[in-house]
């Protein structure tokens, strides 16, 4: 009910055994209420305004995500040239170790020759710190960019699960306007079911919570991540691992079961860094069922000698003979053309390597499609106390 139909309905006569003013201060309450539930809806439209900018700055940041890929190719192409830059000043080293062995000899054989080869030591040694130096200088620099591939490929995949992450925050979206529909109908046609009104009203910012947990985790997976190390709970990170794909595999219409241990794992480790591991596997298992007749992803983990494993298996097509050797290689895809660029599983490998585990690829002849396995070692602690 409106203000102008509020003082409508204030212009008729008052019911007979009412006084005037009883009835001017009931429909004065009733419309400083009204007032103050038009301010609440007011501001929940404005929340949704919000929200709809939010998505025009995902949008852009894919945009952005592209300029990423670009440099990202850059970054590797300089990582390679380093890399045998490295190779060519490592075969320097050799030789010049090779060189003060002779060296040594001729002093042992000749006194008259012991004055040249102390001098030639001396070159030697200079040019051996010289090049240990720049062999230092350009591993810190190896690592450097390797951080940034890493940050390009999370980049990435975040890019690949705007689509999905949309779907998710549309459906908060729409459950707030429903609610707020409901809040201005029970306001029109109720006047008075002041609760009714409120749970509505508690509803909507419900689901705003929601949406605004779904950014916030967003935001966090999407930032550099620290080289720090924490106790990080291995079915915490699969579990985020699925919310952010989920939307994803839903719209493929793709099962996932999930059998984790019941032990609740802890590892020394980076969260953020692992998560990215696990959806980088999901969207692989993902991509592979896109035209397998049963969509199925089995994920499993198993606490054995102080050790965590984790399998990931799906029901598609499989990995073809001769590729397991080189899955992990960079730049080495079986997908379609524009369809990847062969960085994913390289960039895992390094992660849990980092981590001082292991992925690897397990052959399966009773099941159909690829298996992983992620080996990653337990907190001290908990190692300690996992059953033999």
């Known amino acids: 009910m409106t203000v102008a139909a509020v003082s ?3 212009v008729r006569e008052p019911p007979a055994g009412t006084s005037v003013a009883s009835s001017l201060e009931s429909e004065a309450d009733l419309l400083e209420r009204i007032g103050l539930l038009e301010s609440r809806v007011r501001k929940a439209e404005e929340r949704r305004r919000a929200l709809v900018h939010i998505m025009g700055d995902m949008n852009e940041l894919n945009k952005r995500l592209g300029h990423q890929r670009k440099a990202m190719l850059h970054i590797l192409v300089d990582y ?7 190779g060519g000043q490592t075969e320097r080293l050799d030789n010049s170790r090779r060189a003060l062995l002779h060296i040594l000899k ?9 004055e040249g080869g102390r001098k030639a030591m001396i070159h030697i040694m200079d040019d051996l710190r010289r090049t240990s130096e720049e062999v230092q200088r350009r591993e810190q620099e190896l690592r450097d960019k390797q951080e940034q591939l890493v940050q390009a490929g999370k980049l990435a995949t975040v890019g690949e699960l ?10 908060p979206l729409n459950n707030i306007g429903l609610f707020v529909g409901n809040a201005i109908d029970l306001l029109e046609f109720s006047g008075t079911d002041r609760g009714r009104v409120l749970e509505q009203l508690r509803n909507a910012m419900l689901q705003v919570r929601k949406a605004i947990e779904i950014i916030s985790h967003l935001r966090t997976f999407g930032r550099a991540a620290p080289s720090s190390r924490e106790p990080v709970r291995i079915n915490d990170v699969v579990t985020r691992a699925l919310e952010l794909t989920y939307e994803q595999l839903r719209l493929r219409q793709v099962e996932v079961r999930l059998d984790l241990c019941r032990e609740d794992p802890v590892v020394d480790g980076n969260a953020i860094q692992l998560e990215q591991v696990f959806i980088n596997l999901l969207t692989n298992a993902r991509d592979a069922l896109a035209s397998s007749a049963r969509k199925l992803i089995h994920i499993a983990s198993v606490v054995r000698e ?3 494993r984790l399998v990931f298996q799906d029901t598609g097509p499989g990995i073809a003979a001769g590729s397991e050797q080189r899955i992990f290689d960079p730049f080495f895809t079986t997908k ?3 369809a990847g660029t062969g960085l994913g599983l390289s960039i895992a490998y390094g992660i849990i390597k980092d981590h001082g585990g292991a992925i690897s690829i397990l052959k399966d002849s ?3 499609g690829a298996v992983f396995l992620v080996e990653l070692p337990l907190l001290a602690v908990e190692a300690d106390a ?3």
């Not at 001729?106 to 012991?114: F, M, P």
């Not at 705007?162 to 459906?171: F, K, S």
């Open 8 to 10: 409508a309905v204030a």
């Open 80 to 86: 390679e040239q380093d890399r045998r830059r490295l």
């Open 106 to 114: 001729d002093v042992n054989h000749s006194n008259q020759r012991l």
């Open 162 to 171: 705007t689509t999905g992450i949309a779907h998710e925050l549309n459906n």
């Open 306 to 308: 102080g050790i965590v």
């Open 336 to 338: 379609d053309v524009g």
């Open 366 to 368: 009773m099941e159909p």
């Open 386 to 388: 996992a059953p033999r």
